[in-house]
């Protein structure tokens, strides 16, 4: 568990070890990046400890906030604690768009947190998440065009060569 966790109460759904950020899954046109499982875990547990740690700024602060704050924090809160239950399991983590929709959740609890301290009047002493990704963004494939190109000169290769190699 990690800090966050400890000091909040975490309900369980969304522990983290960790409040490190993984870089973005897509990056620039005609890149593909790949994420592991355990980067995209490692993201939501990130986006998750956000999600808890402004839940708690949230209820300790109910009095100040106006009800349609509070019931679109609700509402936002159970989406994103569905998401994760959903999404925690190794299957799950295997699509690339459940990084991608973690991203979108980030810049979500991000936008949050800007309406709560605007409401309040007062700056969170928590960490913010960064709505880009520090680092590299996972491992980048060449575009599509190169692996079309790197492609059919590998079955012209394998088609011409052995007839060539038989004939010496």
């Known amino acids: 568990m990690g800090y966050f966790d400890d000091a909040l109460g975490d309900c369980g759904h969304c522990s983290s070890s960790s409040m490190s950020?993984?870089?973005?899954?897509?990056?620039?046109?005609?890149?593909?990046?790949?994420?592991?499982?355990?980067?995209?875990?490692?993201?939501?547990?990130?986006?998750?400890?956000?999600?808890?740690?402004?839940n708690a700024e949230v209820q300790a602060n109910k009095a100040k906030l106006p009800d349609d704050f509070l019931r679109g924090w609700n509402a936002f809160f159970n989406e994103y604690l569905t998401f994760y239950g959903q999404n925690e399991g190794l299957l799950a983590r295997m699509w690339i768009s459940v990084y991608d929709k973690t991203l979108e959740y980030r810049k979500q609890v991000n936008d949050w947190r800007d309406?709560?301290?605007?409401?309040?009047?007062?700056?969170?002493?928590?960490?913010?998440?960064?709505?880009?990704?520090?680092g590299g963004s996972g491992i980048k494939l060449p575009e599509l065009g190169t692996i079309v190109t790197g492609l059919a000169v590998a079955v012209g290769a394998a088609i011409v060569l052995p007839p060539l190699l038989r004939s010496k």
């Not at 005609?30 to 499982?37: F, L, M, V, Y």
């Not at 980067?39 to 999600?51: H, K, S, Y």
């Not at 309406?115 to 520090?134: N, Y």
């Open 21 to 54: 950020y993984r870089s973005a899954a897509v990056a620039g046109m005609g890149d593909i990046g790949i994420q592991s499982p355990s980067a995209i875990l490692a993201e939501m547990q990130a986006v998750g400890t956000q999600v808890h740690s402004l």
């Open 115 to 134: 309406r709560f301290e605007k409401l309040v009047g007062k700056k969170l002493t928590t960490p913010r998440a960064t709505d880009e990704p520090p």
